[in-house]
């Protein structure tokens, strides 16, 4: 069985530029999280799909971060513009339902901005 | 909210000694509790779970008790190998909350010395 695929797997940007981060979660899985890691602590959700429809987006800000899942498959999670602290490795992970507790986390996204 | 607090590391040990990570959580209702690990490199998998109180979760030869009367998750190990070292992050998701998102604590360093 295919894992969480993620791409790519490092970027390096400027402050102000744009970035998007790609996650194709395991075959089957219904739901969809978005987490950032900032070094040295773990991993904090940015925002929940259930399917094509968000289910919790209240720790994702919306003025700057944006996400997808359009066809309730693949994600997509873009930063327009970039600020320095937002340099962090993102992490999507996948489950099978909203009643299935296991997560299942892909390699992540290491993004630094300068 | 929810949040989970984890013992500080690096923790550091010889080869075949004993291991306890300490994790203590705080959240409403009786949550699933979790325990990960990120191998250098790769991203966080799953080392156990458990879901009751009084529930033993086990794998690879760790083992953690869900002990909800002192609100603890601690992860213990008999014997550590080299290959054991890693981050290991206590996690949780509420019940209550509906909407399954793990909460992290901050992830313990272990380095186990030849």
């Known amino acids: 069985e295919a894992g969480v695929a993620q791409s790519p797997r490092y970027k390096i940007i400027e402050k102000r530029q744009s970035v998007a981060f790609w996650c194709n979660p395991i075959s089957g899985h219904a739901t969809l999280y978005w987490y950032q890691q900032i070094l040295g602590q773990g991993p904090k959700l940015l925002i929940q799909f259930q399917n094509n429809g968000v289910v919790d987006d209240s720790q994702l800000p919306k003025d700057r971060f944006s996400a997808e899942r359009l066809k309730g498959v693949d994600s997509t999670l873009k930063i327009q513009p970039a600020k320095l602290e937002d340099s962090a490795v993102y992490l999507c992970a996948s489950s099978f339902s909203l009643a299935r507790d296991i997560q299942y986390f892909g390699a992540g996204t290491r993004l630094s901005v300068l | 909210g929810d949040s989970v607090t984890q013992m500080e590391g690096p923790v550091t040990l010889s080869e075949e000694a004993f291991l306890t990570i300490n994790c203590t959580y705080t959240a409403t209702g009786y949550p699933s509790l979790f325990w990960y690990v990120q191998y250098p490199g790769e991203g966080l998998q799953l080392l156990l779970k458990?879901?009751?109180?009084?529930d033993k979760g086990s794998n690879k030869g760790f083992e953690a008790t869900y002990r909800k009367e002192t609100t603890s998750f601690h992860l213990e190990k008999g014997s550590v190998q080299v290959s054991d070292s890693a981050v290991y992050f206590c996690?949780?998701?509420?019940?209550?909350?509906?909407?399954?998102?793990?909460?992290f604590g901050s992830g313990t360093r272990l380095q186990v010395q030849p």
């Open positions: 996690a949780l998701t509420s019940l209550d909350t509906g909407r399954r998102a793990l909460t």
């Open positions: 458990a879901t009751k109180a009084d």
